[in-house]
């Protein structure tokens, strides 16, 4: 496999494994909302909030959000299993749950007899997974189990057997060989993972020792990696293995940051830890509300006078979903592909903010998992601040980050004349396409990459509507998409195209399908 095939395999991976953490948004608000309104401290000070009513509905309201939390192994099994699969994607969805559960039986069961677990007396890296007491795999069991699926899947699915198991044919035939190949798969884990969660332990030791520098890795590397589609793999396994820390909180022993983060919500008396907020992204919530709008307003403000309300539109649009959910592609693309190099300036920013939230303990979550930067500072940052979150250093180091960010940018800008928006030797023109109008957008983004034939597959990730195509020679240039179809950016792969159109990417992948007549 060449380098262009294995970019491109690691590209599909990221977008898939991005499935289940976009489900994590709602659960974050529900949980930190009901974290927040039974928080002894609010009570006491809105002694309403404890009346019967409200004691009812924000439990429940914390206990319906962690309906994800507590299962995102399960759902991740599932989601990669259907993203991967080529056909029949429902079946291979059920066929990731079976195959989940039959690898976490097997493996239990197993382990049980031998002596291993001792289900009276569960240590770390034991736990019950829907009533099965088993090893616990992490969300790596689940991406086994799903990668495992989606390959049964797309090698038998058309499969025809001898009449006598004819009743297998097709489709039926996945989840049976799902049950059969999981159960090898419990057996052999039992065997291979004991020694991992030890290395993973020992990982885990070894970078939160590294601390402050640690810190900045962490921020840095994320953001350098951002526009390759690789840096869910820097921060996904700390979110949810023991690489993001193990604690034991209310009896529990909980590990993964997010999961970490979560339980210190959902139990009294218990106090954030700067070594897993880190891991949850403190450092986002400092240059997405702040540091990212210093940036916007240094473009508007070093853009050509007769176009600064165009661009002053386009800032705004981005800056919108930047600061309030953490969204922060539409805006970074904005300058990535002009000016690559004002995003490593970013990315060396990003880094900086993780040194300085890190140092002073600022113990506010900031991605989409937890409601976003807002709503993470609102609900668990100022209404948990008997949590040790120290939610008054965000505008303290705000206003300090806005400038930086506002200053170093204009300062770059003018010091290499980068081409940022507004200072093109083109005017930047009105968004040729309006945005209420995609029903004439899609037919001239199918056109730019070659027509209809020429589209293999249509997929979409939070930002980026992604399409494979036969031939990638035909596309249009990259200054096309921009200027005539109102695209942030494009980023050209092996096999297709990635077109950069913010958090509209998901509804014009479904347009588009609806109009080339595919699944």
Same mark, same amino acid.
């Given at each position: 496999m060449d380098k262009k095939k294995i970019f491109s395999s690691f590209q599909k991976l990221g977008k898939v494994l991005m499935a289940p953490v976009l489900l994590l948004p709602i659960s974050g608000i529900l949980v930190g909302v009901g974290s927040a309104f039974t928080n002894a401290s609010l009570v006491e000070v809105a002694p309403f909030l404890g009346n019967s009513f409200f004691s009812l509905i924000f439990p429940l309201m914390k206990d319906a959000g962690n309906v994800v939390n507590n299962n995102i192994s399960i759902i991740f099994a599932i989601c990669i299993a259907y993203g991967y699969a080529k056909s029949e994607k429902a079946t291979a969805a059920l066929s990731g749950f079976l195959g989940y559960m039959t690898m976490n039986t097997i493996m239990g069961s197993f382990l049980i007899a031998r002596g291993v677990i001792d289900t009276s007396n569960l240590i770390t890296g034991q736990k019950a997974i829907l009533g099965v007491t088993? #090893?616990?795999? +992490?969300?790596?069991?689940?991406?086994? *189990?799903?990668?495992?699926?989606?390959?049964?899947? !797309?090698?038998?699915?058309?499969?025809?057997?001898?009449?006598?198991?004819? *009743?297998?044919?097709g489709t039926r035939f996945i989840p049976a060989i799902t049950i059969i190949v999981s159960?090898?798969? $419990?057996i052999g884990l039992s065997f291979i993972f004991p020694p991992i969660q030890n290395a993973l332990e020992l990982s885990s030791e070894?970078? /939160?020792?590294?601390?402050?520098?640690? @810190?900045? =890795?962490?921020?840095?590397?994320e953001r350098m990696l951002l526009p390759f589609g690789l840096h869910h793999f820097i921060y996904l396994?700390?979110?949810?293995?023991?690489?993001?820390?193990?604690m034991e909180i209310g009896g529990q022993t909980v590990e993964g940051a997010v999961n970490i983060y979560n339980a210190i919500l959902n139990t009294p008396g218990a106090m954030f830890d700067i070594n897993i907020s880190r891991y949850v992204m403190n450092g986002k919530v400092l240059f997405a509300m702040f540091g990212l709008t210093g940036a916007a307003l240094a473009i508007y403000k070093t853009a050509k006078k007769?176009?600064?309300?165009? =661009?002053?539109?386009?800032?705004?649009?981005?800056?919108?979903?930047?600061?309030?959910? +953490?969204?922060?592609?539409?805006?970074?693309?904005?300058?990535?592909?002009?000016?690559?190099?004002?995003?490593?300036?970013?990315?060396?920013?990003?880094? &900086?903010?993780?040194?300085?939230?890190?140092?002073?303990?600022?113990?506010? @979550? $900031?991605?989409?998992?937890?409601?976003?930067p807002l709503l993470s500072w609102i609900f668990n940052g100022i209404l948990n601040a008997d949590k040790g979150s120290n939610w008054y250093w965000l505008p303290i180091l705000g206003i300090v980050y806005f400038a930086v960010y506002y200053y170093v940018f204009k300062f770059v800008i003018i010091k290499f004349?980068?081409?940022?928006?507004?200072?093109?030797? =083109?005017?930047?023109?009105? /968004?040729?396409?309006?945005?209420? !109008?995609?029903?004439?957008? &899609?037919?001239?983004?199918?056109?730019?990459?070659?027509?209809?034939? /020429?589209?293999?597959?249509?997929?979409?990730?939070?930002?980026? #509507?992604?399409?494979?195509?036969?031939?990638?020679?035909?596309?249009?240039?990259?200054?096309?998409?921009? /200027?005539? #179809?109102?695209? !942030? $950016? &494009?980023?050209? =792969?092996?096999?297709?195209?990635? &077109? *950069?159109?913010? !958090?509209? @990417?998901?509804?014009?992948?479904?347009?588009?399908?609806?109009?080339? +007549? *595919?699944?």
């Open positions: 088993t #090893l616990d795999t +992490g969300v790596f069991g689940g991406i086994i *189990i799903g990668l495992i699926v989606s390959y049964l899947h !797309n090698k038998y699915y058309k499969i025809q057997l001898p009449p006598v198991l004819g *009743i297998f044919n159960s090898f798969v $419990g070894f970078i /939160n020792s590294t601390g402050v520098f640690g @810190a900045f =890795v962490y921020g840095f590397a396994p700390f979110f949810f293995t023991s690489l993001g820390g193990v007769e176009n600064r309300k165009k =661009v002053a539109s386009l800032m705004i649009a981005a800056v919108i979903p930047c600061a309030l959910m +953490g969204i922060t592609e539409p805006l970074e693309y904005s300058f990535l592909f002009v000016a690559p190099m004002l995003f490593g300036v970013h990315a060396l920013l990003s880094g &900086i903010a993780y040194v300085l939230t890190y140092i002073v303990q600022f113990n506010v @979550a $900031g991605p989409s998992a937890f409601g976003g004349n980068l081409k940022t928006p507004g200072r093109e030797v =083109v005017d930047v023109e009105e /968004n040729a396409v309006s945005e209420s !109008n995609t029903g004439d957008l &899609i037919p001239r983004i199918v056109e730019a990459v070659g027509g209809k034939d /020429n589209i293999l597959k249509v997929e979409a990730c939070f930002t980026r #509507l992604r399409l494979t195509l036969k031939d990638t020679s035909v596309i249009e240039k990259d200054e096309y998409f921009k /200027n005539e #179809l109102s695209a !942030n $950016g &494009i980023v050209k =792969v092996a096999q297709g195209v990635q &077109i *950069i159109y913010g !958090n509209k @990417a998901s509804v014009y992948k479904t347009e588009m399908r609806e109009y080339l +007549g *595919i699944e």
